[in-house]
């Protein structure tokens, strides 16, 4: 870490209350940069549902690597991603039908890790990717891809559970 050292004059308050806002603000920016993933938690016949997140996705990690495969039964685990995912879904109870989609004007990719597995998929609807079914309850993590290297798209989670 750099040290900057000021030398304030009584006659210059206005210069430590700039370095002291320039400061807070790079200390923000970096706590941002590192922020965690966005963390919803629903059980059944929660409300609103759909249940809608925004999102930016995208990253410079293959999303293979993320998960140790290049597809699952639902598709393929494409595109590129951050190292964290960009959502945790809890899952307080079983879900019997539950349908993840997301909508972008992009091309993108899902990929979901939880319990019982990992689930990929790109083009569920249209290039809109999704994953529908059964879902145990837990703790899943969800990363949405782009397939441009460090390229962020932003998009829309839907959450619905059919009833």
């Known amino acids: 870490m750099n040290h900057i050292r000021f030398t304030i004059r009584r006659s210059q308050p206005w210069l430590a209350i700039a370095a002291i806002a320039l400061f807070t603000s790079l200390a923000t920016q970096s706590q941002v940069a590192l922020s965690q993933p966005a963390k919803v938690t629903i059980a059944p016949q929660f409300s609103p549902n759909p249940l809608q997140v925004e999102g930016v996705g995208g990253g410079d990690v293959a999303a293979s690597t993320i998960v140790g495969t ?13 190292t964290n995912p960009d959502h945790v879904l809890k899952l307080t109870k079983f879900f019997n039908s539950l349908n993840l989609q997301v909508e972008s004007d992009e091309d993108t990719a899902l990929i979901i890790k939880g319990p019982g597995g990992v689930w990929c998929n790109d083009d569920f609807d249209g290039k809109n990717p999704g994953i529908s079914g059964q879902w145990q309850a837990g703790d899943y993590a969800i990363w949405v891809s782009s397939y441009r290297k460090n390229h962020s798209p932003n998009y829309t989670l839907r959450v619905r559970e059919d009833r």
Request: aromatic share 8%; with cysteine; hydrophobic share 25%.
């Open 70 to 82: 290049s597809a699952t039964q639902t598709g393929p685990c494409s595109g590129f991603v951050n």
